[in-house]
């Protein structure tokens, strides 16, 4: 996550001279218990790292041989997160001689280059983010360290504990906030020496699960991934906390048992998060263990839960966004996706969002935040909420739906979600409206979009958009993007879609005929990859003439499809270099 925008030029400049003071501190002296790694890294991207394949916000340095560091330097959109370490997990997961000696020799180069203040990875999130990588790997980091390497170890680390108790307060609400004071606590309770900092930092860290960490569980960005995250934060700091014999705040085991009922509501079948509001869902695995960590096994209400909605039968779960957009601070990475819905049977997700593009450069982000890259409903390709920029070059989204509502209903052989927001009726008039309804056996999704008047008062404002287009109707498209692995296939006189995923299932997309039916290329954006994955979608579009437009459309599982397939998920590169 890039946050070199979020502080301003005043907090930049003070973070570097904190980070130059506390260079002349005195050093930790050692470890007070051996750290255990807690994070799960990437095998292959960590084999892609020693072969010299450096992936920096899109751009691929094939460098052999060269320092991360060198790598880095010569992208100049790279950004600050490569000071964040997390590649410390993929090297921690090869785990062989030469996976150790690289990271020791990056470290100890990071610590020469940047350890007195220097460079763009001094703000408080960063610098929790490298502590706590630092002290989970410390085994790994000092195996066969001379004595040099490990005091230049143990001085920096100690040398930004004192930086994040002096500026952690400057680091935004949300995950930021999280990440600097977990790597106070976690690094103090490890490392020799650094115990004052600890207490003031757990009365923080208490403090914010109570105000950041919402009735339902949620947060304010809504972003699911960053949930997970702040909960992953959560469960090692308990954990380090009992095993110091300390006691861990109520105020902190009350948050993470509100936030897991919230994360298994946006839990698809196959394990991942839904990919909303700037998140991805997460590597295989790390969901359930966070859940696993908590206890808790309390489950999601049927109602709203951070704004989504998750109907589930048999192997099929649907996630839809059911709320407004955050707004304010944490809509930096908010998309318009009001409306929209996922879709994942057993462990093939078969309707997505197309996702962050953050990791592609701003236009792939920007584009990823549109309605347009979202399964839903939008009138003349316009988003239903838009990008404003702020002084300091923070894009922050705003003039959302005033009004978004949504009820869920168990029917006797079904479920019903049903959902409407108002972002087009003060251009337009029109409220659109959605109904969602799955079937008890998870073979079928039933889905309505209705483009309505109101109220009498929105009809003058119809009548001009319609005047502004010379009577030949507003033009509107619902749109589907399918997942990469999706094969899809236009069949049976171009009334229907077949869409085949690799484990052989089928699903068939079928529609009214209000609108027209058509298969339009789309782009899958994952973080890890060199470039955007080609993907399809299929598209329903139209021109509405009159007060009320409803357009019907259908999936269900094709006939000779068995509800229970096995399916052996392939595992795939992270990287496709």
């Not at 502590?131 to 066969?144: K, N, P, Q, S, T």
């Not at 004071?181 to 930092?201: C, F, H, K, R």
Request: overall charge neutral; some cysteine.
């Amino acid at each position: 996550m890039d946050t070199s925008d979020t502080y301003s030029r005043r907090e930049r400049l003070m973070n570097q001279l904190h980070a130059r003071w506390v260079a002349r501190t005195r050093p930790a002296t050692g470890f007070r218990s051996n750290p255990e790694p807690k994070m799960i890294g990437h095998y292959a991207r960590g084999r892609q790292l020693l072969a010299g394949n450096f992936l920096f916000s899109g751009h691929l340095i094939e460098a052999p041989g060269i320092n991360l560091w060198e790598a880095a330097g010569r992208v100049t959109t790279s950004t600050n997160s490569v000071h964040g370490f997390a590649w410390l997990d993929d090297l921690a997961a090869v785990g062989d001689t030469k996976a150790r000696l690289a990271a020791q020799s990056w470290v100890s180069d990071w610590i020469v280059r940047y350890g007195h203040g220097r460079g763009a990875g001094w703000t408080p999130d960063i610098t929790g983010r490298r502590l706590i990588r630092w002290v989970a790997h410390g085994c790994f980091l000092l195996r066969g360290a001379d004595k040099d390497a490990s005091i230049a170890y143990f001085r920096s680390a100690a040398q930004q504990v004192i930086f994040l108790s002096r500026r952690w307060h400057i680091a935004p609400s949300g995950l930021p906030r999280f990440e600097a004071l977990a790597g106070i606590i976690y690094a103090g309770l490890t490392l020799q020496g650094m115990e004052n900092w600890v207490d003031p930092s757990i009365e923080a860290l208490a403090r914010d699960c109570e105000v950041q960490i919402e009735p339902d569980g949620g947060i304010a960005s809504r972003n699911p991934e960053e949930l997970l995250e702040i909960l992953t934060l959560l469960n090692w700091v308990e954990t380090a906390l009992s095993g110091s014999g300390r006691e861990v705040p109520e105020a902190m085991l009350s948050g993470m048992a509100r936030m897991a009922p919230a994360l298994r509501a946006m839990r698809h079948s196959d394990g991942g998060l839904a990919r909303f509001h700037g998140g991805g869902r997460g590597l295989d695995g790390w969901l359930d263990q966070a859940l696993a960590a908590v206890g808790a096994i309390e489950q999601p209400n049927q109602g709203l839960n951070m704004g989504y909605v998750r109907l589930a039968a048999g192997r099929t779960s649907v996630i839809a966004d059911t709320v407004a957009p955050p707004i304010f601070a944490a809509a930096a990475k908010a998309h318009a996706s009001t409306l929209a819905f996922e879709l994942t049977s057993g462990r093939r997700p078969l309707i997505v969002s197309c996702g962050s593009g953050s990791s592609f450069g701003p236009e792939w982000r920007r584009a990823g935040r549109a309605t347009p890259s979202h399964s839903t409903l939008c009138i003349e390709g316009l988003s239903s909420a838009l990008i404003a920029v702020r002084k300091d070059g923070a894009e922050l989204l705003c003039y959302g739906p005033k009004t978004v509502q949504s009820e869920f209903t168990a029917l006797g052989d079904s479920d019903r979600l049903e959902m409407a927001h108002d972002s087009y009726r003060a251009s337009h008039g029109l409220t659109h409206v959605r109904t969602l309804e799955l079937s008890n056996y998870g073979r079928d999704l039933a889905g309505e979009d209705l483009l309505t008047i109101l109220e009498a008062v929105d009809k003058p404002t119809f009548d001009k958009a319609l005047n502004t287009k010379n009577m030949q109707g507003i033009p509107w498209s619902v749109r589907f993007h399918l997942h990469p692995e999706v094969d899809a296939i236009v069949d049976l006189g171009r009334a229907a879609i077949s869409l085949t995923q690799k484990s052989g299932e089928i699903w068939v997309f079928r529609h009214d005929g209000v609108g027209e039916m058509r298969l339009e290329p789309s782009v899958y954006l994952e973080n890890g990859r060199l470039r955007p994955r080609a993907t399809q979608q299929v598209v329903l579009s139209g021109r509405t003439m009159s007060y009320a437009t409803r357009i019907r459309w259908s999936l269900s599982k094709a006939q000779d499809t068995p509800t229970a397939l096995r399916d052996v998920k392939e595992n795939q590169p992270e990287m496709d270099v």
